[in-house]
Every structure is written in C-alpha cells, then in structure tokens.
C-alpha cells in the first residue's frame, strides 16, 4: 500500500449554515407559555439545551431586572418550529446579593433540599439579613424557621405553584412575617435555586396563580433564654451604684428660711 493512499482521510460533510433552522422557545405554564427567544439547530440536537433569560424580560417590571431564570428545552415541535421548556433554577445577580448585606449586620444562610408534593426536588439557598449584628443563638432559631416554612410549602404544593411562590417572593414574605419575632429583619429572599431531580412521567399543570391560594404557615417557636423576651419588651436597667444620691429635705431646709426672711425686709 503507497503512501498516498495511507494518507487519504474520510472527508466528514460540513454543516452548513443554511442547513440549521430557528427554534423559538416557550416558557413552562408557571411563565404562561411566554416565548423567551430563539435557538438555531438541529431537531436532534436541540433537546437538553439551557438558555438564561431576566425576569425582567416575563414581567416588565424593573423591579425583576436582579433575577435570572434558567430554562431547559425538553420537547421539539419541527412543524411549527417551537421548543418547550422546564425551569431548573435561578439566581440573583451578584451585586444584588452583596446590596443586602450592610455592614454591622448579620447575614442568615441556609442551604437545603425541599421535595415538592408531586416529587420535584429542588436545592435552594436562602439568606436573611438582620438591621444589627444578631446572637448565635437568634440566628440558630431563624434558620428553623426557613427550614419549617420551607418544608411546609413543599409538602402542600405542586411543583408550579412552588415554583411561582419562590421566584415572585410569597415564601420569602412568609419566612420574614416569622422571623422578625425573633429579631428585625432587614430582608429575606431566595437567592438561588436548582431542580436536582425531576420524577418519572413529571408533567407540567395547568395553574392559575393567585395569592389566595397560598395558606399562612403557623411554625411554634421555642424560644431559650434571653430570646424569651420580646425586643419590645426588654428594659435597660441601671444600676444603683450609678444613679446620684438624691439631696436631704433638711439641707433644703435653711434655704428657705433664708428666701422668706429676705422677701420681708424688702416688704
């Protein structure tokens, strides 16, 4: 065999670019089926991809801009050339997040995985913010407390309505209206969230957001020691050796005298 022949290598057909279509994708029913944007490809290698968008870019509102959503395609429809997609998580930018730590304060975080009530488990990471610098023993209680409402909401609700709840802040309004008993609160949010798992034949369903729908959480607080008392209710007591002694009635006394006797002779 010569050497020519050895050194023939199997063209592979490019590509081109004409031969790629345009995708548009479509948020999931949580997002009422919004479109998101585009994607170019292929119908076979299109699935799985991730495209991060703004809130902002669903709701209008300035006040969303600090929140990114991420998106997976899971479905192709070549005949009308649109993809549909599943939520796997967001996050905060992180300038938003370092805007909410103010110096002398406290910085609550806690970690943790929540199971949805149709079996979607979702890994999320919340922070609470303090006005001051808190005790050990206060920020112990307040990450019960996520914990609790956290858990709560997972075992009562579907994963769409979970996942309206925590990206348009009902549970963090829920975490903040108990955990302020404990001590003030300068802010609570969900900072970042992850779809770990997803269970098999999980479906998206037809939801209807509503404030109504979601219940208040009643978690009982055992308080321990000094946190038994409310802040309100704490009084700052001095000390007696502090306070100056009061003058006697019998040094006053000659004063007097001496006053009443002066206003006679000018009489």
Known sequence: MSQKAKKKKVRVKKVSFKDKSW???????????KEIGEIMGFENNVIDRTIEILLYDITNSFSDINLK????????NPEANTC???????????DFVRSLIERGSSKIQLILNITTKDGYIYRLTTICTTI??????QQI??????????????????????????????????????????????NSSIIKSKLISVPEGGT????????????????????????????????????????????????????EISETKNKETTE
């Open 132 to 137: 001051k610098k808190a005790r050990s023993s």
């Open 204 to 255: 998206d369903q037809v939801y209807i957001s509503k404030e109504e729908d979601y219940d208040i959480v009643e978690v009982e607080v055992k308080r321990s020691r000094k946190s038994e008392i409310k802040r309100s209710e704490r009084i700052n007591v001095r000390k007696l050796s502090q306070t100056r002694p009061s003058p006697r009635k019998e040094e006053s006394a000659p004063k």
């Open 84 to 94: 549909n997609t599943m939520f796997i998580g967001h996050i905060f930018t992180n």
């Open 69 to 76: 959503i991420k998106f997976k395609v899971i479905d192709v």
């Open 23 to 33: 995708f548009s994708l479509k948020a999931p029913q949580s997002f009422n089926f």
């Open 141 to 186: 209680l307040i990450r019960k407390i996520i914990k609790e409402i956290l858990t709560e909401f997972g075992k009562s609700v579907d994963h769409e309505k979970f996942i309206s709840g925590m990206i348009y802040g009902e549970f963090a309004k829920q975490i903040q209206r108990v955990a302020k008993t404990i001590y003030p609160l300068s």
